[in-house]
């Protein structure tokens, strides 16, 4: 059974940059889509950013579309989550989780780390 974990969370100001992984054990996980969601406290699990298996195809959430960039790379079992220009309402605790389409939506992905916090602050 496929296994996710995430790493690379922290704490930084805004207008930093932070590097989200997600690694794998237990499948290849370059037989799925992979995404990214975050939810703050009090909120909804939200959609950030998704990956096609192959890496051609991906998606981003409106407030995040120029400051993160997802990335795979197959051969290492790792996906990562490029994140710029961090704002305070980044702040979250990060998911990546797997599924078969690369969508933002929670509904379509069936594996899930356990995630890992995000705290932009000055």
């Known amino acids: 059974q496929l296994q996710l974990v995430e790493s690379g969370g922290g704490l930084v100001q805004p207008g930093g940059s932070l590097r989200l992984s997600c690694g794998a054990s237990?499948?290849?996980?370059?037989?799925?889509?992979i995404g990214w969601f975050r939810r703050a406290p009090g909120d909804d699990r939200e959609g950030v950013s998704s990956i096609s298996p192959s890496g051609a195809i991906t998606n981003y959430a409106d407030s995040v579309k120029g400051r993160f960039t997802i990335s795979r790379d197959n051969a290492k079992n790792m996906v990562h989550l490029e994140m710029n220009s961090l704002k305070p309402e980044d702040t979250s605790v990060y998911y990546c989780?797997?599924?078969?389409?690369?969508?933002?939506?929670?509904?379509?992905?069936?594996?899930w780390g356990q995630g890992t916090q995000v705290a932009v602050s000055s």
């Open positions: 237990g499948s290849n996980l370059a037989n799925y889509a």
């Open positions: 989780a797997a599924g078969n389409i690369p969508t933002i939506q929670k509904g379509d992905f069936y594996y």
